[in-house]
Nanobody, 123 residues
Framework: QVRLVESGGGLVQAGGSLRLSCAAS????????MGWYRRAPGKQRELVAT????????DYADSVKGRFLITEDNAKNSVYLQMNSLKPEDAALYYC????????????????WGQGTQVTVSS
């Protein structure tokens, strides 16, 4: 069973910073992509940032470009999101995401999700 465990959420004032962490544990053969999504109350889940294995490529939502930085640690099956200059509209439940193969013989890639970590930004 693959588990994604997030940490680092919390309450911060507008303009402040937070760093989210996510570690994948359990039996997983390979990870193709990791990233972060978020869902604010009353809104659909949206992509925040993703990064390919070994950090060869990263994508960001336009709303966070220049403020957020996604990094990964290949050896630890972990991904991080440094969030700077936070705005009230960044408040949401942030979900860790991974796309990978659980076993070498798995027929394809599977999406895995964490339980989410809450980010609250006060104005």
């Amino acid at each position: 069973q693959v588990r994604l465990v997030e940490s680092g959420g919390g309450l911060v004032q507008a303009g402040g910073s937070l760093r989210l962490s996510c570690a994948a544990s359990g039996s997983i053969f390979s990870i193709n992509t990791m990233g972060w999504y978020r869902r604010a109350p009353g809104k659909q889940r949206e992509l925040v940032a993703t990064i390919t294995r070994e950090g060869s490529s990263a994508d960001y939502a336009d709303s966070v470009k220049g403020r957020f930085l996604i990094t990964e640690d290949n050896a630890k099956n972990s991904v991080y999101l440094q969030m700077n200059s936070l705005k009230p509209e960044d408040a949401a439940l942030y979900y860790c995401y991974a796309n990978g193969q659980q076993y070498s013989w798995s027929p394809g890639f599977t999406d895995y999700w964490g339980q989410g970590t809450q980010v609250t930004v006060s104005s």
